[in-house]
């Protein structure tokens, strides 16, 4: 009996809490590209480096070391995800166009990836929760009637 129990509230936990978190993530990337797009500067910045990784299915990802400098802040070094267009323009001029917020000009980026997978991420972690709860109202439920 313990064990059926042991495994459902595992279950419930992990529902929940992966959910939760599945959640909080896509919304935050959500939320930086809005901001991004909303009220943003945009600097040129001097491209340090540059590499190329081989993904697991056959395609490619560059990467970028990029430094700006905001307005009023001291410069900025970050390594960026680009896409294929924005890495041969830098590979060629050496620059790169860095969008930043100029509050926080740490939070920034080069490529303006969709955020389509975010918003998956966003639906499923609500379903994840949703199912936790069902699963933790059940339990709740078996266990008033025992």
Not at 61 to 81: G, M, T
Request: aromatic letters at 10%.
């Amino acid at each position: 009996m313990w064990q059926q129990n042991f495994k459902a509230i595992l279950t419930t936990t992990l529902l929940i809490g992966v959910g939760i978190w599945l959640l909080f993530f896509g919304w935050t990337q959500v939320q930086t590209a809005q901001k991004l797009e909303q009220s943003s500067a945009v600097v040129e910045g001097r491209v340090l480096s540059s590499s190329t990784k081989r993904g697991s299915r056959g395609g490619q990802y560059y990467a970028l070391v990029v430094e700006y400098k905001a307005a009023d802040y001291p410069a900025i070094r970050k390594e960026f995800d680009v896409g294929s267009s924005d890495y041969q323009a830098a590979k060629e001029t050496g620059k790169a166009r860095v969008t930043y917020l100029p509050e926080d000009p740490q939070v920034s980026r080069v490529t303006d990836f969709e955020i389509l997978p975010f918003q998956i991420l966003l639906g499923l972690g609500g379903l994840m929760t949703l199912a936790g709860l069902f699963c933790l109202a059940h339990l709740l439920m078996k266990r008033a009637k025992a």
